[in-house]
Nanobody, 123 residues
Framework: QLQASGGGLVQPGGSLRLSCAMVGRTFKTYHMGWFRQAPGKERELVAAWSGGGGSPFYGDYVKGRFSISKDSAENSVSLQMNNLKPEDTAVYYC??????????????????WGNGTQVTVSS
């Protein structure tokens, strides 16, 4: 089970932080990430954190602005979103899967999905 928090309304250029905690599973055996979906658009992978210690993945549209990392708390990762743009407006979903390929290449069929959290970037 994944528990997501954070999100909200922010002005362009502002920052937000999303957090996702895994409950009831061994965190180290899972890769975790964030997808987003805006109205009328396809779902897209924003960022992924490797449970195996590999380099994180970022979508081209967020490189240099977003950062995913493991929290000091057990079983939790965060997505720091800086310099937000109106086009970042979407519902963000935390996901987890034991296979990197499933999450980053296939980008479908992930084992766990968290509750979506709305991010709105608007002046």
């Amino acid at each position: 089970q994944l528990q997501a928090s954070g999100g909200g309304l922010v002005q362009p250029g502002g920052s937000l932080r999303l957090s996702c905690a895994m409950v009831g599973r061994t965190f180290k055996t899972y890769h975790m990430g964030w997808f987003r979906q805006a109205p009328g658009k396809e779902r897209e992978l924003v960022a992924a954190w490797s449970g195996g210690g590999g380099s994180p993945f970022y979508g081209d549209y967020v490189k240099g602005r977003f950062s995913i990392s493991k929290d000091s708390a057990e079983n939790s990762v965060s997505l720091q979103m800086n310099n937000l743009k109106p086009e970042d407006t979407a519902v963000y979903y935390c996901v987890a899967d034991p296979l990197w390929h499933t999450m980053v290449v296939r980008q479908s069929g992930m084992e766990y999905w968290g509750n979506g959290t709305q991010v709105t970037v608007s002046s």
